[in-house]
């Protein structure tokens, strides 16, 4: 069992490869246009995306932790081809909604399923003490895949045409499906208990509402991830704002990823420290990044932008193995999955404000405005976390 258990972590790091080789992230937007698409129609395509994967969110995570995580990790491939397949095939609006649909299905099932899956096969394996460092290494390798797959993709796009990246994507996502259902599930997960559905979704909810020390760390990486997502939606318009030329955009997304993997592959090494030390840290790294570049309009501004980047994805596994550890196993993928619903709904109207900001006095300051808020946040934070991080970190956790 042991040997079986043992081969789901070079399977993990498999399966995140072939189904992360995306070809077409880099041109969708393109091709959606080329389809007859307006910029309206293309943002109701994400919104329709945004809603339903808000609502499917939690219920999904739900679903892997009294079901089967190995099963629900197949299925999320099965929706991403189904999306693919929808948008490749699709000539107006209606064939793009339904793509827009199955992919909110796909990322609702991916969603904690993934990470809960490795932190359970770890553990079994008396190796959870692993999990920051093997995160680590699946980011890395996952990361590395996205660019290939990014510059290769525009590549093929731009000498074949458009339609060709999509057909490929599907063939590396059906080989990912059979990587899932090679996996051995873990004995710790509990596909089954005397909790139904519904109550097992309220209960998830009240132990992260009563566990002070998971519900300042969910805080935080919520306001972490949405001013990553914030700088990640709209760095193309600063970029564009002080004169980067658009064949330089591919370039720079590169090197988000390239951040990506490679502080994911180290950031276990984090661990040694004390967590308020390096979240400290990390806050400050990404408010330097956010008010250098509201108050740079020139090219220097550009490294300054992937500071963001490099705070969030130092502390990424941190923050997932503190959430794994004080959840149980049955548990697990549903309170990830919390944290995701928390941020989707924070993300919405903080977009809103942003683009509103950026629209009537310019990205600019819409960007110094995030790095405020977060400095505001840096001080809540220090005082919220002497007592919190004191009484919980670290400790041995006892599930």
Aim: aromatic content about 16%; cysteine-free.
């Amino acid at each position: 069992m042991d040997k079986k258990l043992r081969a789901n972590i070079w399977k993990f790091y498999l399966f995140n490869i072939f189904s992360g080789f995306v070809l077409y992230y880099a041109i969708d937007k393109i091709f959606m246009e080329a389809r007859g698409l307006s910029v309206t129609e293309i943002a109701i395509v994400l919104i329709v995306y945004d809603v339903l994967f808000i609502i499917l969110e939690v219920p999904s995570g739900a679903l892997a932790d009294r079901w089967s995580r190995k099963y629900i990790l197949a299925l999320n491939m099965v929706f991403f081809i189904l999306n693919t397949l929808a948008w490749v095939l699709a000539h107006d609006i209606r064939l793009f909604l339904l793509g827009s649909m199955a992919a909110s299905v796909h990322m609702a099932l991916h969603s904690g399923t993934d990470t809960s899956f490795l932190y359970d096969t770890l553990k079994q394996l008396k190796r959870d003490g692993d999990y920051e460092k093997t995160l680590g290494n699946s980011i890395f390798w996952s990361n590395l895949t996205a660019i290939l797959a990014g510059v290769t993709g525009g590549v093929i796009a731009d000498r074949l045409g458009l339609e060709l990246p999509f057909w490929i994507t599907i063939g590396f996502s059906f080989i990912a499906v059979f990587i899932a259902l090679s996996f051995t599930e873990p004995e710790i997960h509990r596909t089954t208990g005397a909790l139904n559905y519904w109550t097992h979704i309220i209960e998830t909810g009240k132990l992260l509402w009563k566990h002070p020390f998971i519900k300042h760390v969910i805080v935080f990486w919520v306001i972490m991830g949405v001013t990553l997502m914030l700088i990640d939606e709209y760095g193309q318009l600063y970029f564009r704002g002080i004169g980067i030329p658009i064949y330089m955009l591919g370039i720079l997304a590169a090197v988000g990823s390239g951040i990506e993997a490679i502080t994911g592959k180290f950031a276990y090494r984090l661990s040694k420290f004390s967590r308020r030390r390096v979240f400290t840290i990390a806050l400050i790294i990404s408010i330097a990044g956010f008010i250098v570049v509201g108050l740079t309009k020139t090219w220097y501004g550009v490294v300054f932008a992937f500071l963001p980047w490099l705070a969030y994805y130092s502390i990424l596994p941190l923050f997932l193995n503190d959430l794994h550890k004080e959840l149980p196993s049955g548990q697990r993928a549903t309170g990830e999955s919390f944290t995701s619903l928390l941020r989707s709904l924070v993300f919405i109207p903080a977009g809103l404000g942003f683009g509103i900001m950026a629209d009537r006095i310019s990205i600019f300051m819409a960007f110094l405005a995030i790095g405020i808020v977060l400095a505001i946040y840096l001080i809540v934070f220090l005082f919220a976390s002497y007592r919190r991080f004191s009484d919980y970190y670290p400790r041995k956790s006892e599930l």
